[in-house]
């Protein structure tokens, strides 16, 4: 049963700082990977997806990374703003098609402070 | 893309009452996704709707308390049925779009539904 987990639960950084957040999964064998962003009340904004067969992806200041082998993923945000200011999902597809279930972590709630 | 609405955005409602929660998709899409998101916790997918046929359900959802209709495709609801302060939660609604292999998964702005 695949599981997702997301370390730290929280993160409160200074505006400016780069950052890491990550996002581990158990079983390996994942279609594919996606972050999203998720504001106070809010539903989800999908941010990066990466596919299994791919090692990152990039948006603007967002980069994220796969390690299939070590059940890894990070979200790298550069040049950090007060409007990065949100919970970030990870969620994972299992299996070898696009129709598997995503599983999703808990999520980091991240602060950045002016 | 894909721009999803849902209505209504926030409701209070009383235990043992039903809620319908409506999902509409700016364009047509073979499956809808309902997902559940209980308070500090993450998202977990509830059913699969897929116009013309019986939704899906998850593992520890059922029919009678989530009866889910998908009359067309581009629509869907989902009701809460006999609710309890246990169902306090955000219901998502979701679709995916995108070229094969790398459909991406949207999400409505969510019901965030509070039961007394």
């Known amino acids: 049963k695949q599981e997702v987990t997301q370390i730290p639960a929280a993160l409160s950084v200074p505006e400016g700082e780069n950052l890491v957040l990550n996002c581990s999964f158990t079983?390996?064998?994942?279609?594919?990977l996606q972050w999203f962003r998720q504001d106070p009340g809010k539903g989800l904004t999908s941010l990066l997806l990466?596919?299994?067969?791919?090692r990152e992806q990039t948006s603007g200041r967002l980069n994220a990374s796969l390690d299939k082998s070590s059940g890894r993923s990070t979200l790298y945000i550069a040049a950090s703003q007060p409007g990065d200011s949100a919970t970030y999902l990870c969620?994972?597809?299992?299996?070898?098609?696009?129709?598997?279930?995503?599983?999703f972590g808990q999520g980091t709630t991240l602060q950045v402070k002016p | 893309s894909a721009v999803i609405s849902q209505k209504p955005s926030r409701d209070i409602c009383q235990r043992g009452t039903s809620l319908t929660i409506q999902c509409q998709v700016d364009?047509?899409?073979?499956?809808m996704f309902w997902y559940r998101q209980q308070p500090g916790q993450s998202l977990t997918l509830i059913a699969t709707?897929?116009?013309?046929?019986?939704?899906?359900?998850e593992s520890g959802f059922v029919i009678d308390k989530f009866p889910i209709s998908r009359p067309n495709l581009t629509f869907s609801t989902l009701t809460v049925s006999n609710m309890s302060p246990e169902d306090s939660s955000i219901y998502l609604c979701?679709?995916?779009?995108?070229?094969?292999?790398?459909?991406?998964?949207?999400f409505g702005p969510g019901t965030r539904l509070t039961v007394l």
């Open positions: 709707a897929n116009q013309g046929s019986e939704a899906t359900y």
């Open positions: 969620a994972v597809r299992s299996g070898s098609s696009n129709t598997g279930k995503l599983i």
């Open positions: 990466i596919q299994s067969s791919q």
């Open positions: 979701s679709v995916e779009r995108g070229i094969s292999g790398l459909d991406t998964q949207y």
């Open positions: 079983d390996s064998a994942i279609y594919n």
């Open positions: 364009s047509q899409v073979t499956m």
